[in-house]
């Protein structure tokens, strides 16, 4: 709907002579309007609106931030002008305040004068994982190496098709997608597993509940729903696997 329309910044400043010192002299944007309500810079074609207010409110998250080309250039230029690079406790950042992200993005923020953060991120030059890439990442992590690498051994030409279609199609983008926690699509996994009776997989993410955080009180609200949508006996039958596997899993962790 709107990959046509023309996209908008928005952040806000109470410091107007010092936010166009950093925007105009230490950034290189240019000024392209001021109003008594704000200052509109040109931002590589899109418009960066700075709302004028009384007073600036403490930032939660990055407020505005720019894609580079070469992060430590940037980070270097910007530090001769006099801009200072933050510091955080929990990641690793290199001595000019660089943080390469497990991706191998390289990410480094300041602040303008009002406090608004500002990011400047260099994307990592390592090929994006392909779907099959993906889902073995995700199947690993939520089913486990040794149930993974079982089915690897037990795979053979008659399946392997198969099991790339699973990997690719169930791991690499549907269990893969951000909308959802893991949490929460274990359970609707088991909900819907329940429902239609494949009860071999209902154990199995059972114990792959271990890794996605979903607990044998969810399960247990999840079954509910299958009692009421599905029938009770398909919500009996998956609750007897369900305790069954929690059983072996206590004995045998």
């Given at each position: 709907m709107l990959s046509q329309a023309r996209f908008v910044g928005f952040a806000v400043t109470a410091r107007p002579e010092a936010a166009k010192a950093f925007y105009g002299a230490t950034l290189g944007l240019a000024l392209l309007e001021e109003t008594d309500f704000a200052l509109v810079y040109d931002a590589h074609g899109s418009p960066l609106r700075l709302q004028k207010i009384d007073e600036v409110p403490e930032p939660v998250a990055t407020t505005i931030g720019w894609q580079v080309a070469d992060i430590a250039g940037t980070v270097r230029d910007l530090t001769a002008r006099g801009v200072h690079f933050e510091r955080f406790n929990g990641i690793?950042?290199?001595d000019s305040g660089v943080w390469t992200t497990p991706d191998g993005t390289r990410v480094a923020w300041c602040r303008d004068p009002d406090g608004n953060r500002i990011s400047f991120a260099e994307p990592s030059s390592a090929p994006a994982l392909?779907?099959?890439q993906r889902g073995m990442a995700t199947r690993r992590a939520v089913l486990g190496e040794a149930h993974v690498a079982r089915a690897?051994?037990?795979?053979t030409p008659f399946d392997e098709d198969f099991q790339r279609f699973i990997t690719e199609g169930a791991w690499g983008s549907v269990?893969?997608?951000p909308g959802l926690t893991r949490r929460e699509r274990s359970m609707l996994t088991l909900a819907l597993l329940a429902a239609l009776g494949h009860h071999e997989e209902v154990a199995l993410h059972i114990r792959a509940s271990?890794?996605?955080?979903a607990t044998p009180d969810d399960v247990r609200e999840a079954m509910l729903h299958v009692a009421v949508y599905a029938g009770a006996p398909a919500a009996n039958a998956a609750i007897k696997i369900a305790k069954e596997t929690y059983a072996s899993?206590?004995?045998a962790p």
């Open positions: 690793a950042q290199d392909d779907a099959y690897e051994a037990d795979k269990w893969s997608r271990a890794n996605t955080g899993m206590r004995e």
